[in-house]
């Protein structure tokens, strides 16, 4: 399987977003999307299982991103809401291969998107 990300671009301070993730085949299994911003580690955003039932999001992420999946086009989203300089950084879809109940670390996906670059000026 492959997964493309893209909806990433230039945005002002306060503004939105909406990232997608469209995977290659049908994945039913988790996803989540990452973040890594110049000079820091990958670091978890959200994540959503496959029924949706589940969902995770990272602190920084509550209240301003929502995750979302649509498994009939095999595409996950990502809404984000008023964004900050903090957030500029290039973020990543994943997914994995397995069932598991862990959903926010690096571990926990083993099939990665290539990332698009999310800047935020002030």
């Known amino acids: 399987v492959q997964l493309q990300a893209s909806g990433g671009g230039l945005v002002e301070a306060g503004g939105s977003l909406r990232l997608s993730c469209a995977a290659s085949g049908r994945r039913e299994y988790a996803m989540a999307w990452f973040r890594q911003a110049p000079g820091k580690e990958r670091e978890f955003v959200a994540a959503i299982s496959w029924s949706g039932k589940t969902i995770e999001y990272a602190e920084a992420a509550k209240g301003r991103f929502t995750i979302s999946r649509d498994n009939a086009k095999n595409t996950m989203y990502l809404h984000m809401n008023s964004l900050t300089r903090e957030d500029t950084a290039v973020y990543y879809c994943?997914?994995?291969?397995?069932?598991?109940?862990?959903?926010?670390?690096?571990?926990?996906?083993?099939?990665w998107g290539q990332g698009t670059q999310v800047t935020v000026s002030s």
């Open positions: 994943a997914t994995r291969s397995y069932y598991s109940g862990s959903y926010n670390g690096l571990q926990d996906y083993n099939v």
